[in-house]
């Protein structure tokens, strides 16, 4: 990651936390690197721009550095400036706006003097949630319903077509939060950097980073090809493992600049994490060790302000991984026969129903309840919690 950006964005970001963190983004554009080509140029900019909160910083490569001179310059982080928006410039570097919400730094950007933008309130509001494949399925529900609870929202997946329709969909919808699609690989380090180097760019960190990009092949010990097996325990297990490697560095330097503040690496796991599935063992047994990974870093990160935790869903059925009217998991096990006597889709779904205790699969809401639990309490890290109507009971 760049480490230039990976030191100063979380640390600008917390400095200037006020009722709660605000998004930092970094210009680095001509116009910019040709304002902070030194003193005079700045100068001159700040002659143009005299109602505007702005600092200068003459050596920016050294973190302490520009952090000692933003201390001497700012006595106590301000709400009303940063819904006017602070503009910080980095000599030969350019600059780095910081503000209440990311809508204010547009309307700044784009020379609106209209800054009386109303902030984005919910339960997550002012936070920057990344969701792995969250352009389809459960993870779109949840990037959707985040974005509703305020959040700033990143769809890395790797489906660009999902992903730019979702961010076209959204992007008149929100006005002080909004949600970006990022193109992203969760098996690959360089595409996850990448990605994760976007971000900071754009919103200056992360706060919750939900791991919920995976997939499923079924197959018994005879049918399923080992690439099958390798490419599954490659999204749902190294997947995940990548990501956390890659997002902890941003959280750290986080809780570096704020000692006290708690960050959330949160996996959708699956109820066939905590018990075996038959002839679907690769997709288990990637969920299973998945939790082993979440105990793990859990008891490594806590130290970070990082909770890491995961929730595991039972089935859900109205998602296209059930409901595809083409190949969809329902149309695929009444063609196999699997569900004795079903003669429609709708027979082989109430089957399924049928083995829930609470007769229905798993909604977004239900995983977002689960969600926001993991964000919220304060009290708990390195767990896995069911969502799967009854289905599964922990010992
Ligand atoms: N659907 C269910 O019934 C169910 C139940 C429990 C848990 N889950 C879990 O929820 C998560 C989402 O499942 P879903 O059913 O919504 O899946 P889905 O197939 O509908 O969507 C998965 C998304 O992940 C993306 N993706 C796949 N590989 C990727 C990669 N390498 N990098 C980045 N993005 C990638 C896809 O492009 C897609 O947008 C999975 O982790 C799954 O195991 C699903």
């Avoid at 299973?288 to 859990?298: D, E, K, N």
Wanted: aromatic share 10%.
């Amino acid at each position: 990651m760049d480490r230039f950006l990976l030191q100063l964005m979380p640390a600008l970001r917390m400095f200037f936390y006020s009722e709660q963190p605000p998004v930092a983004r970094f210009l680095g554009d001509a116009s910019y690197l040709s304002i902070a080509a030194g003193k005079k140029s700045y100068e001159k900019w700040q002659k143009d721009h005299s109602a505007t909160i702005s600092c200068f910083i003459d050596k920016p490569e050294d973190t302490e550095n520009v952090m000692n001179l933003l201390r001497k310059n700012f006595q106590h982080p301000d709400t009303e400036a940063l819904r006017c928006g602070i503009f910080v410039f980095l000599r030969n570097r350019g600059a780095v706006i910081v503000a209440d919400h990311s809508g204010t730094i547009e309307t700044i950007l784009n020379g609106s003097k209209d800054l009386k933008m109303k902030g984005a309130s919910g339960r997550l509001s002012g936070k920057i949630v990344v969701v792995t494949g969250g352009a389809r399925g459960l993870g779109k529900g949840i990037s959707e319903k985040t974005l509703k609870e305020g959040a700033n929202v990143i769809v890395a997946d790797m489906n660009e077509q999902h992903g730019s329709v979702l961010e076209k969909e959204y992007a008149q919808k929100y006005g002080p939060n909004k949600l970006i699609y990022l193109k992203c690989d969760v098996t690959r380090v360089d595409s996850v950097t990448a990605m994760l180097t976007e971000v900071l760019r754009t919103f200056g960190g992360v706060d919750v980073f939900i791991s919920n990009a995976g997939i499923l092949k079924a197959g018994g010990l005879e049918e399923l090809a080992v690439e099958d097996f390798e490419f599954v325990t490659d999204v749902n297990y190294k997947g995940f493992y990548i990501c956390t490697r890659m997002v902890s560095q941003i959280m750290k330097a986080q809780s570096a600049a704020r000692p006290g503040y708690f960050s959330d690496i949160i996996q959708v796991n699956s109820k066939s994490g905590l018990q075996g599935s038959n002839r679907n063992f690769a997709y288990a047994g990637s969920k299973f060790g998945s939790i082993g990974l979440v105990q793990s870093f859990a008891l490594e990160l806590v130290e970070h302000g990082i909770k890491v935790n995961a929730v595991c869903p039972g089935n859900y059925f109205d998602g296209p991984l059930w409901s595809n009217p083409d190949n969809g998991l329902f149309v695929q096990y009444l063609k196999a026969g699997k569900v004795e006597g079903a003669r429609t889709v709708d027979d082989v779904k109430k089957y399924y129903e049928a083995k829930v205790p609470m007769n229905r699969g798993v909604s977004i809401a239900d995983v977002m309840q689960a969600i926001f639990y993991c964000i919220e309490q304060k009290y708990e890290t390195g767990q896995a919690l069911p969502v799967t109507g009854g289905q599964i009971m922990l010992h």
